[in-house]
Nanobody, 114 residues
Framework: QVQMVESGGGFVQRGGSLRLSCAAS????????MGWDRQAPGKQRELIAT?????RTNYADSVKGRFTISRDENTVYLQMNTLKPEDTAVYYC??????????WGQGTQVTVSS
């Protein structure tokens, strides 16, 4: 099993920046990739960024050019710049395991005011 603990959410004005962190523990050797989802009120959860063990990254169009995912061993980061009110959501880090399953953290709230 892998457990994740997120931090770094909060309240920011439009155009501001935040950096989210997520530390994985437990059976970290089973991790193939790490990523971030988000879920806004009344909307479906959206996968917004992933990074593989080899460092390959992928982004949703909605965040491309503004968000950057990075990783330091078993910690994944999400640098969010030029934030917009529509980025307001609960952000969940997640890991892709070599068992073919995904596991999520508890989520951290990001609120962007207009």
């Amino acid at each position: 099993q892998v457990q994740m603990v997120e931090s770094g959410g909060g309240f920011v004005q439009r155009g501001g920046s935040l950096r989210l962190s997520c530390a994985a523990s437990g059976n970290i050797f089973s991790i193939n990739a790490m990523g971030w989802d988000r879920q806004a009120p009344g909307k479906q959860r959206e996968l917004i960024a992933t990074i593989t063990n080899e460092g390959r990254t992928n982004y949703a169009d909605s965040v491309k050019g503004r968000f950057t995912i990075s990783r330091d061993e078993n910690t994944v980061y999400l640098q969010m710049n030029t934030l917009k009110p529509e980025d307001t959501a609960v952000y969940y880090c997640n890991v892709y395991l070599n068992t073919g399953t995904r596991t999520w953290g508890q989520g951290t709230q990001v609120t962007v005011s207009s």
